[in-house]
């Protein structure tokens, strides 16, 4: 029983990474083609670095469930 819930969490910790590099990459391509690459003001500079981490954050732990939920779907109908 140990053994199952700590490959659950092994999976989640997986999947949750992943997400978390795919969702970093995509934003902060979204920022590159926005123009953020070009910004002077130091302070809005690191206001966007922020909304990136944060908006990476956020979905990989909301996508995470969600993939989390697929796969236990998946398993169950097999």
């Known amino acids: 029983m140990e053994k199952s ?11 949750r990474a ?12 979204i920022a ?7 910004i002077q003001n130091q302070t809005l500079l690191f206001g966007v670095i922020g909304g990136v981490v944060v908006a990476a954050i956020l979905a990989s732990r909301f996508g995470t ?14």
Do not use: D, N, P
């Open 5 to 15: 819930r700590s490959a659950i969490s092994h999976a989640e910790r997986l999947v």
């Open 18 to 29: 992943l997400l978390l590099l795919v969702a970093s990459a995509v934003f902060s391509l």
């Open 32 to 38: 590159w083609f926005a123009g953020a690459y070009q």
């Open 65 to 78: 469930k969600l993939v989390m939920r697929r796969l236990a779907k998946r398993q169950s109908q097999e």
